[in-house]
């Protein structure tokens, strides 16, 4: 039987907001009481390959899990959220490719799944520029997957620019939220 987790893929909306603080947090007050951990709680979910995967309750990794195991019809798209990449860059930060063994695990027990990988940017720099980081990014993204093991022919690639946004774009937090990529089941 193999464990795979998917704790990494949504962290708790408190520590989101601890990581979204960027450039402009204090110092912690030296009198201040020490932060208490943050209690997760997770569920075991078995997959039909016979593989188990462990997943945060209520992350998007039990969300694609409940949804992949439904009879729900596709397409459904699945935010990720965090901060995906750096400004200007089509390499993914370490927490994002901590997701693709789980999520192969995930399309290898579902063989009939699809997916198009949407990449998206910020709107700062030109349109242009944007358009073509935001398709790098998804094929980035396409490319962790097909090497563990994932066909090609099952992803898709888009890349939407700026043109997107989930967040606004006037503050960093907003900016790091809209560099992302979003994960659509097109088929399942």
């Known amino acids: 039987m193999m464990l795979l987790s998917f704790r990494w893929l949504v962290l708790p909306a408190s520590v989101l ?23 997760s709680r997770t569920q075991l979910i078995g997959l039909p390959n016979g593989a188990t995967i462990t997943v945060e309750e209520g992350s998007v990794g039990q969300q694609l ?49 699809r997916l198009r990988l949407v990449g998206h940017t ?4 030109d349109p242009a520029a944007n358009l073509k980081l935001s398709q790098d990014r998804a094929r980035m993204a396409k490319q962790h997957l097909v090497d563990a093991g994932i066909s090609e022919g099952r992803i898709e690639v888009e890349g939407k620019g ?11 937090e907003g900016r790091a939220r809209n560099r992302r990529v979003e994960l659509i089941v097109i088929a399942k």
């Open 162 to 172: 700026l043109t997107q946004p989930i967040a606004d774009n006037a503050t960093v």
């Open 65 to 113: 899990a409940v949804y992949l195991a439904s009879t729900d019809p596709a397409p459904r798209s699945f935010q990720i959220g965090g901060d995906q990449f750096a400004d200007w860059s089509a390499t993914a930060r370490p927490a994002v490719r901590a997701m693709v063994p789980g999520l192969v695990e995930l399309l290898k027990s579902y063989p009939a799944v």
């Open 122 to 125: 910020d709107n700062v720099g």
């Open 17 to 39: 907001a601890l990581s979204a603080c960027g450039q402009g947090e204090k110092a912690p007050d030296a009198n201040a009481q020490a932060a208490q951990p943050v209690e």
